[in-house]
């Protein structure tokens, strides 16, 4: 009788490990797909196709570029809401910055072990590598994720296989262990190589592909949670921390500034959720203020917005405030000196 093909679902990051574990799945004539989780943190793409200044770069979901190099197909699955938890209350708490990688990792995983059981799948393959990531990648972590995903040992990591004990998929000989790696550590050359002889295309080599491990951005979201006096968002709160100045003169208020034609269209749309600021004289930015400003801190809050623009050297600027509902009025302001914007208002 003739062996079932055996079908693993592979967690595809857009990072070049996971491209290179799905890889020698294929080269195993192991059937594959790829599962990717959107929760709204994801870095590429956004600004990218958001802002002029980086049209150079391409525009693209590098977990798509990833399938279609391999020749797989992709599922893309929003999880904006159930991921919540995952980063408000990590049961594992946090890596240097807002980056919950333990409790994240078990979510995917648990979510695709789901997606496997639902679609007849066999087996769940991710691109970790033993110690390349402080937090969820190290040999004491790496059963733990297994385990609180449900995946236990139909979870195999072909780049590091030949370190951990054996898993089901290699002791059914669904797959031949002998063919995977045994990588450690976060040398990439092994990985780099590899890439250049299968002729993919990669992302970046780390692979990092969420704004919670960045510092500027986990500032901004620590920022808002504080001027809210409890830690909850929403997808446009993430989104907005994404574009622009972000700049905080009195706890009351905060200031977003467009930096450039893209960011200022984007910033449109939500002139109906915000007093929002612009000089109609002079070609500058739209700043949004989220918060509550008295008429001290609106004339503050045009100084500032004067001063991002192209009329800065004047003595005075009109400085027009519209309101959500429509309403607009002016204000004439002198710009803001450039000494007077302090280094801690901006986040």
């Given amino acids: 009788m003739e062996k079932r093909k055996r079908k693993a ?34 870095v590429e793409g956004h600004t990218h196709a958001v802002r002029h200044d980086r049209k150079s770069r391409p525009v693209r979901n590098n977990a798509l570029h990833s399938a279609e190099q391999l020749g797989i197909r992709l599922h893309i699955i929003e999880v904006i809401e159930e991921y919540k938890d995952v980063v408000l209350n990590p049961r594992h708490g946090y890596g240097a910055h807002l980056n919950p990688c333990l409790d994240c990792k078990s979510f995917m995983v648990g979510h695709a072990r789901q997606w496997m059981e639902e679609h007849g799948f066999d087996f769940i393959v991710t691109g970790e590598v033993l110690g390349q990531r402080p937090m969820s ?27 951990l004990p054996p898993t089901l998929p290699e002791r059914e000989g669904w797959v031949d262990r002998e063919r995977l790696l045994g990588l450690s550590g976060r040398n990439r050359k092994p990985q780099i190589g590899l890439a250049h002889t299968y002729g993919y295309e990669y992302a970046q080599p780390a692979g990092g ?75 500058g930015p739209l700043a949004l203020l989220q ?30 405030v519209g309101a959500p509902d429509g309403a607009r009025y002016d204000r004439e302001v002198a710009p803001l000196p450039p000494h007077a914007l302090a280094a801690d208002w901006y986040l």
């Fill in 209 to 283: 592909c969420c704004f919670l491990t960045d510092p500027n951005y986990t500032k901004k979201l620590r920022d808002l949670w504080g001027s809210r006096g409890e830690r909850r968002y929403d997808f446009d709160d993430i989104m907005l921390l994404k574009i622009g100045r972000h700049l905080r003169p009195r706890p009351s208020f905060k200031l977003i500034i467009g930096r450039e034609e893209g960011e200022n269209r984007f910033l449109e749309g939500y002139r109906n959720r915000f007093v929002h600021l612009w000089t109609p004289d002079h070609n």
């Fill in 9 to 42: 679902v592979v967690l595809l990051s857009g990072g070049l490990d996971s491209m290179l574990a799905a890889r020698l799945m294929l080269d195993q004539g192991i059937h594959v797909e790829g599962i990717n989780f959107f929760t709204g943190f994801c």
């Fill in 291 to 320: 918060g509550e400003a008295d008429d001290a801190d609106l004339d503050l809050a045009c100084a500032i917005a004067a001063r991002f623009g192209q009329g800065r050297a004047a003595l005075t600027v009109r400085v027009a």
């Fill in 137 to 163: 990648q190290r040999r004491d972590t790496l059963p733990v994720v297994a385990r609180e995903s449900g995946a236990l040992d139909r979870l195999l990591r072909p780049l590091c296989a030949k370190l």
